[in-house]
């Protein structure tokens, strides 16, 4: 059975069939997906806007019972959370960083955090027992046990990296998301604003219109009224919102409006010049895009389409040639 296997694997039919499978069924996954997914924003938006009303009673619970220890965060499973206790990862794989990252992709709370350090410590070791396993049994590649083994630690130290890498991933598609709408969603707030609204308010009605274009941005905005409503300093609630974001344009606004809270200055007049910068901010990231097209596409053209052209120029004078002959 381990011989039939060896040999499909390096039967260089196989493997072509196998990659065409690949690639039509993620084709088709890729066009049936959208056309599966549901819509969860109403979902997110309902749990995010109530979370004033879950503190409040989250705290006035614990102070009835006489414990100041009040939870706010989701519960993480049990087996998850004894794995972590039992081997101690939070003292061995626990980052600072991390924990902000995992903010700053949306996810919140010890649950998410628990579930990373898992990750953390059971990615590596799949990874390593696989390259052991293809560098061992399936394939052979004539060297030495000891450089196997080195290129199988280095497999397990990409497995300790690749949970980081999929929080980056996520958070800059996050930002990516954010960083398109948040110059609209400064028109709307300075709409608001303008038409007598409270900064609470406002951020509140932002966050409903906006959601259709940014389902992130408007869970921010909601998190940033709830904390507006709750923390006795606003101004950790516009640093939170920098936090949870990391975007320049953002960390300018709410830099902005802490100023403007704290001298007394005009929201109005802060919000219209923000709106107009955020924007060109957005232009000038679409130019650079663009002008980045050119370089980007000169090597498939040269691998892609050159080939083509001299197969259809060259390709008659050959056949010719040949009948000729």
Known sequence: MLNLVLDRLHDRDFMIQMLIAIAVMATILTFAMPLVAGDDLGRRMRAVSVERN??????????????????????????????VDKLQLTKHL???????????AGYRG?????????????VPVITFFLALIYLFVINDIKQPAIVRMLLALFAAYVGLQLPMLFLKNEI????TSIKRAFPDSL???????????????????????????????????????????YLQDRRMAYE???????LDGVRAVSMALIQAERYGTPLANTLRVMAQENRDMRMSDAEKKAAS?????????????????????????????????
């Open 94 to 104: 626990a980052q600072d960083e991390a924990r902000m990252k995992l903010i700053q």
């Open 54 to 83: 879950k503190i409040r009673e989250r705290e006035r619970a614990a102070l009835a019972a006489g414990n100041n220890r009040a939870n706010l965060r989701p519960t993480t499973k049990a087996w998850i959370m004894m794995v």
């Open 172 to 175: 800059t598609k996050r930002q």
């Open 187 to 229: 028109d709307l707030l300075l709409i608001c604003v303008e038409s007598g609204m409270s900064i609470e308010v406002a951020f509140k009605r932002v966050s409903q219109e906006v959601g259709s274009q940014s389902v992130a941005l408007a869970e921010e905005l909601t998190l940033t009224t709830a904390e507006l409503s």
């Open 110 to 122: 010890q649950a998410p955090y628990f579930v990373f350090l898992l990750f953390r410590m059971v």
């Open 240 to 246: 939170n919102l920098a936090k949870r974001t990391d």
């Open 293 to 325: 097209l050119p370089p980007k596409l000169t090597v498939p053209m040269i691998v892609f389409f050159l080939p083509c052209l001299f197969v259809v120029i060259m390709g008659p004078a050959v056949i010719r040639l040949m009948a000729s002959n």
